[in-house]
């Protein structure tokens, strides 16, 4: 399986923006979705975004707009700029990849660490 690297969170603003990365081992692209998830504390592991090797995305309602999944093939490296962000993005977000369309946990095959993102009010 291949390895998954996090970086990019932090704390913020409300209004602001983050940038994540999430650095693959190994080239997965071709074969697989990538994507990222987050869990806030007392709730679920929820779907965020999802991209295949076609170049499709897929995002959640909420994030729509607000979010843009992106990739660099050369680096196997994918990326995850948010804007505007609210206090209800606060959360850890986790890399994936996966079977597209990755919007539900038994679709992933390998998870990141996590990233801290905090969005304050």
């Known amino acids: 399986q291949a390895q998954l690297v996090e970086s990019g969170g932090g704390l913020v603003q409300a209004g602001g923006s983050l940038r994540l990365s999430c650095a693959a081992s190994e080239g997965i692209y071709g074969r697989y979705a990538m994507g990222w998830f987050r869990q806030s504390p007392g709730k679920e592991r929820e779907f965020v975004v999802a991209?295949?090797?076609?170049?499709?995305?897929y995002y959640r309602d909420s994030v729509k707009g607000r979010f843009t999944i992106s990739r660099d093939n050369e680096k196997n490296t994918v990326y995850l700029q948010m804007n505007n962000l609210k206090p209800e993005d606060t959360a850890i977000y986790s890399c994936v990849y996966g079977v597209w369309p990755l919007t539900r946990t038994t679709m992933v095959n390998s998870w990141g660490q996590g990233t801290q993102v905090t969005v304050s009010s």
């Open positions: 991209s295949n090797w076609s170049g499709r995305t």
